[in-house]
């Protein structure tokens, strides 16, 4: 098993930034963000295959949003600028075993935290 954990969230006014994190409990080879407003699907917002280094991300946010990674400290940052009030939800880090990148489906993640609250107002 792996344990994935969120932090970095908060308020934030429109056309701020912030710099989510998630650490995993161990080095694991695709990690993901994903989003979550009440009455909606969760939604896939950047992934990254660490190996290649290679990142794909939802239409929505690119532009706006970079994902890295940290090999050394098994940790995922997600870089959000300009945010806007569509980017409020509950943001959540997943990750999975994969021979090569994953895409942006929560089907396909084995592992998620408990989320980590991004608010922006206007």
């Known amino acids: 098993q792996v344990q994935l954990v969120e932090s970095g969230g908060g308020s934030v006014q429109a056309g701020g930034s912030l710099r989510l994190s998630c650490t995993a409990s161990?080095?694991?080879?695709?990690m993901s963000w994903f989003r979550q407003s009440p009455g909606k699907e969760r939604e896939g917002v950047a992934t990254?295959?660490?190996?290649?280094?290679?990142?794909l991300y939802d239409d929505s946010v690119e532009g706006r949003v970079t994902i890295s990674a940290d090999v050394a400290s098994n940790s995922v940052f997600l870089e959000m600028n300009i945010l806007q009030s569509e980017d409020t939800a509950m943001y959540f880090c997943?990750?999975?075993?994969?021979?090569?990148?994953?895409?942006?489906?929560?089907?396909?993640?084995?592992?998620w935290g408990q989320g980590t609250q991004v608010t922006v107002s206007s």
């Open positions: 161990r080095y694991i080879y695709c």
């Open positions: 990254m295959y660490i190996p290649g280094s290679t990142t």
């Open positions: 997943a990750a999975a075993w994969c021979p090569r990148a994953r895409g942006l489906s929560a089907s396909e993640y084995d592992y």
